[in-house]
């Protein structure tokens, strides 16, 4: 199968060891050299596209098949501001950086008549999937940069130090990292982003962005 990664180099190596070497890969980190490509392959892996919306356009009339990370803006979103005039094939996927990597796929859907067609591809790039609703910060990235921006108000008002808080959230919930570790794997952009999209799309509180982690956002 031939596949087009456009995003960073990390996202790329993800790729990689997520679905194997046996697959062709071509990788650009520009939208619209990438573009020049789209013609020659059976699926596009696209990281970048939530942080250049404007570039969605170069979906709108061809008929790849795309994955895109939808952590910070829907498919919803995207396909509106073509007027839902969209020939690619197109799902939402979690392209967090650290997320890639696991047992499952976490993909949500434009249209619900192609999980069938998601269902082949799935078993094409063998991987599991999870089918999760189109929303912006999906599921998993939305819970763990919720519980690294909690670890930040707790470090802002003295109740723990970051390394205790990392060492107790590893050993007493069997996460792979702490939060503070994870925001360091995943980028304070992507947490402080995501976290802000979030809030915007649901006015909740609890994505409400610590002073602390968007003091640090402000500095990185």
Request: glycine share 4%; proline share 3%; with cysteine.
């Amino acid at each position: 199968m031939n596949i087009l990664v456009i995003g960073e180099e990390e996202n790329f190596n993800e790729c990689q060891v997520k679905f194997g070497t046996h697959h062709h890969y071509l990788w650009e980190r520009d939208h619209r050299e990438a573009e020049k490509f789209l013609i020659n392959q059976h699926l596009v892996f696209d990281f970048t596209l939530d942080d250049e919306p404007a570039c969605f356009e170069m979906y709108a009339q061809n008929t790849t098949r795309v994955f895109i990370n939808t952590s910070k803006v829907s498919l919803g979103d995207l396909t509106h501001s073509c007027d839902n005039k969209v020939s690619s094939l197109l799902f939402g996927f979690n392209g967090m950086p650290t997320f890639l990597n696991r047992n499952i796929l976490e993909v949500s859907l434009w249209k619900k008549e192609d999980e069938a067609k998601l269902i082949q591809i799935c078993r094409d790039l063998r991987t599991d999937y999870l089918l999760v609703d189109d929303r912006v910060g999906l599921v998993t990235p939305r819970v763990v940069c919720m519980i690294i921006n909690e670890a930040y108000y707790a470090v802002q008002e003295g109740t723990a130090s970051r390394s205790d808080i990392d060492i107790a959230m590893r050993l007493g919930t069997n996460y792979p990292y702490g939060p503070f570790e994870w925001c360091t794997k995943i980028g304070i952009k992507h947490v402080y982003e995501l976290l802000e999209a979030v809030y915007e799309d649901t006015k909740d509180e609890r994505y409400k962005i610590c002073p602390l982690l968007k003091k640090e956002y402000y500095r990185s």
